[in-house]
């Protein structure tokens, strides 16, 4: 049986409020220097729908003029995915068995988007607000047969080049006779912020930034997402040969795991913040390509009712489901994610489009 768990919310404005106004797509070149790919984990239209009725004016993700759909099925062993394997379409071009993190079946490696835009000298980054090791972001630096394989994939995180790492596990670092996280930097060459003045003040070419890690993986408090957003900008930027930069906000999956529907909607309107900085840069630029997706649906949030002023949620389960799930684009090449598309489709165009 379903559960649906409700909260009635006062909705700020009506759905057919106008969002901010869409950036120039008049010029560009055909290719982007830098991509900058954000992810909502766990959020499907409702997700989205959501964060529209209540950001309004406000509603970053309505300003990227090119839409389309993502069917996230793993391979052939369930119809629902997870973030391993949604995140390994998008990073690889390639499905994947449920769990697999950048491996197909027989234990090769798939080469990552990521890999591709370090072996051409450009600076790469991977921000969370979940452990900086978790399934989304691993999937882009790490290789293994499943995402629990945690010590082999923090190593290989830490040995792919990426230039900055961002996220949360602190408390793991330092107990249980694991090494502490300062020399876990330091064996890996990275420079370590663990604290917002830490992460004002480092230098390196290398950082590594972590965090504690909060119920239901919502933003770090000292650190919300758009700060580490605006961060992470601030160090790839200068790159002559361009970055490629991931930003997941997990709390929108945290919280939907849990019903916790404050949670979702405080996570979701961080994340369409950091949407909007990543937005601002680009369409400052023209050679920026600027994608925003899921990599699932989390909860089966519904919409159920709006009378006047208040707007009733309903979870149908605390579980991943498998509903098509938004991806928007902004940018050279942002025309190819239209239309109806599985994640590995995604994923070889994101490929393709590194340069």
């Known amino acids: 049986m379903l559960t649906r768990p409700v909260l009635s919310i006062v909705c700020l404005v009506s759905l057919s409020c106008a969002s901010a106004t869409s950036p120039d797509t008049s010029i560009s070149p055909s290719t982007p220097r830098s991509i900058i790919f954000l992810i909502a984990d766990g959020a499907g239209t409702a997700h989205f729908t959501v964060a529209r009725m209540l950001r309004g004016a406000d509603f970053q993700t309505g300003r990227l003029p090119y839409t389309g759909l993502v069917a996230t099925s793993p391979l052939d062993d369930s119809i629902v995915t997870d973030s391993a394997s949604a995140a390994t379409a998008f990073a690889t071009g390639v499905r994947v068995r449920y769990t697999a993190l950048s491996m197909d079946a027989a234990g090769n490696r798939l080469p990552t988007a990521l890999q591709a835009a370090e072996q051409l000298s450009k600076s790469t980054g991977l921000i969370t607000t979940a452990n900086f090791w978790d399934a989304t972001p691993a999937a882009f630096a790490a290789h293994a047969p499943t995402r629990y394989e945690t010590d082999l994939i923090v190593d290989q995180m830490l040995e792919s080049g990426t230039e900055i790492i961002a996220g949360g596990g ?44 909060q119920p239901q993986e919502i933003d770090f408090p000292e650190v919300r997402l758009p700060v580490l957003t605006r961060w992470a900008l601030d160090r790839l930027s200068p790159d002559p040969e361009g970055f490629f930069l991931v930003v997941e906000q997990e709390g929108t999956d945290g919280a939907s795991h849990a019903n916790h ?69 902004y940018g050279p090449g942002a025309e190819q994610f239209v239309g109806f598309m599985n994640g590995e489709d995604l994923g070889r165009k994101l490929i393709g489009l590194v340069r």
């Open 170 to 213: 602190l408390a793991r670092f330092g107990s249980e006779g694991r090494p502490t996280i300062d020399q876990v930097a330091g064996a890996a060459g990275y420079a370590l912020a663990r604290t917002a003045a830490e992460l004002a003040a480092v230098k390196g070419d290398r950082v590594l930034a972590v965090f504690d890690t």
């Open 261 to 329: 529907t404050q949670k979702f909607i405080d996570s979701m309107i961080s994340f369409d913040e950091a949407v909007g900085i990543a937005l601002d840069f680009a369409a400052a630029r023209n050679d920026v390509l600027l994608i925003v997706a899921a990599d699932h649906e989390c909860g089966g949030l519904q919409i159920h009712r709006e009378k006047g002023s208040e707007m009733e949620l309903v979870w149908a389960t605390k579980a991943h489901t498998g509903e098509a799930v938004p991806v928007f684009a």
